[in-house]
T-cell receptor, first 115, second 117 residues
Framework: AQSVAQPEDQVNVAEGNPLTVKCTYSVSGNPYLFWYVQYPNRGLQFLLKYITGDNLVKGSYGFEAEFNKSQTSFHLKKPSALVSDSALYFCAVRDMRNAGNMLTFGGGTRLMVKP | GAVVSQHPSRVICKSGTSVKIECRSLDFQATTMFWYRQFPKQSLMLMATSNEGSKATYEQGVEKDKFLINHASLTLSTLTVTSAHPEDSSFYIC?????????????FGPGTRLTVL
């Protein structure tokens, strides 16, 4: 079984400050890891993914995430937050061994960036 | 990039009526599409996996007679909510599995908000 945990329901950060949205995962094999962002009444937009290679993955809108195998984490980061980054963020995992596996999503973290 | 559309984006219906939601992959063929349901401030819950030309696979607890899925072509899957009730009001999101070269990524539609009065 695979699972994802996003321990924070909400993260508050001031504009211009760095932000981190946490994600930990559990899979039996090696993971494919994804971050998605959702704006109100919209579908999910892909931010970035880790498949293999460098542990630090750079994605859209200045976001990046670091894959840490020993800690089974894939935290999302951005050096300088913008008010427009305020949205709902979802981490997702899929077991690399089984391409037929569906994505499993975390519960989501609401990011609030204040001016 | 791969684009997935949903229609309608928003629908309001009376209790007891049926509502059909379409999910289309616009620039790629999707042998597999997924239907998710999202309640306010909650995560996406997978309802079913739709495979072109075969019956959908439903997740535990999802009534297949209530949520009818048809994946008649490589670019279209439909979800029909039959005899809708207020508790079916939700945000429904589909996704399509991309071409094999994209590590079987899923591309998400913009969602359909269903309100049942």
């Amino acid at each position: 079984a695979q699972s994802v945990a996003q321990p924070e329901d909400q993260v508050n950060v001031a504009e211009g400050n760095p932000l981190t949205v946490k994600c930990t995962y559990s899979v039996s094999g090696n993971p494919y890891l994804f971050w998605y962002v959702q704006y109100p009444n919209r579908g999910l937009q892909f931010l970035l993914k880790y498949i293999t290679g460098d542990n630090l993955v750079k994605g859209s809108y200045g976001f990046e995430a670091e894959f840490n195998k020993s800690q089974t984490s894939f935290h999302l980061k951005k050096p300088s937050a913008l008010v427009s980054d305020s949205a709902l963020y979802f981490c997702a995992v899929r077991d690399m061994r089984n391409a037929g596996n569906m994505l499993t999503f975390g519960g989501g973290t609401r990011l609030m960036v204040k001016p | 990039g791969a684009v997935v559309s949903q229609h309608p984006s928003r629908v309001i219906c009376k209790s007891g009526t049926s509502v059909k939601i379409e999910c289309r992959s616009l620039d790629f063929q999707a042998t597999t599409m997924f239907w998710y349901r999202q309640f306010p401030k909650q995560s996406l819950m997978l309802m079913a996996t739709s495979n072109e030309g075969s019956k959908a696979t439903y997740e535990q607890g999802v009534e297949k007679d209530k949520f009818l899925i048809n994946h008649a072509s490589l670019t279209l899957s439909t979800l029909t909510v039959t005899s809708a009730h207020p508790e079916d009001s939700s945000f429904y999101i589909c996704s399509a599995r991309g071409p094999s070269s994209s590590y079987n990524e899923q591309f998400f539609g913009p969602g359909t908000r269903l309100t049942v009065l």
